[in-house]
């Protein structure tokens, strides 16, 4: 975040996303608004935070509460599954995904990486 201020700052006419957000997990909304609102950033991107909770800002912003337990937890599943050839998705927290027969194939992968 402090380099993304930092160039904004240095290229202000240029247009810089934030990324990485999903690891502030709970925080997210709070963190991001204050980031544009102080002009660190001129928008926030999310990548694996919208695979478990993709209504998370707009509920945020609405004034409504979060719903903790769709909060990405960051296990990497979502990216462990792809770089070995299987579907990304969140297998611990989305049922649909928890059901599928590449949930066993990545428990193997994951323990045989361990």
């Not at 990405?72 to 611990?92: E, M, W």
Request: glycine share 8%; with cysteine; hydrophobic share 40%.
């Amino acid at each position: 975040m402090e380099m993304t201020r930092l160039l904004k700052q240095r290229f202000p006419n240029l247009i810089f996303v934030g990324s990485a957000y999903t690891y502030l997990q709970d925080f997210l909304p709070y963190v991001a608004q204050a980031a544009i609102r102080q002009g660190w950033v001129d928008m926030v991107g999310l990548g694996r935070m919208v695979l478990t909770y993709p209504e998370l800002l707009w509920q945020a912003s609405g004034g409504q509460p979060i719903q903790h337990k769709r909060i990405c937890r960051t296990f990497s599943d979502c990216t462990t599954a792809p770089r070995n050839g299987l579907i990304s998705g969140c297998y611990p927290l989305d049922k649909a995904y928890a059901k599928l027969p590449e949930a066993v194939e990545l428990k193997v992968i994951k323990k045989r990486q361990a």
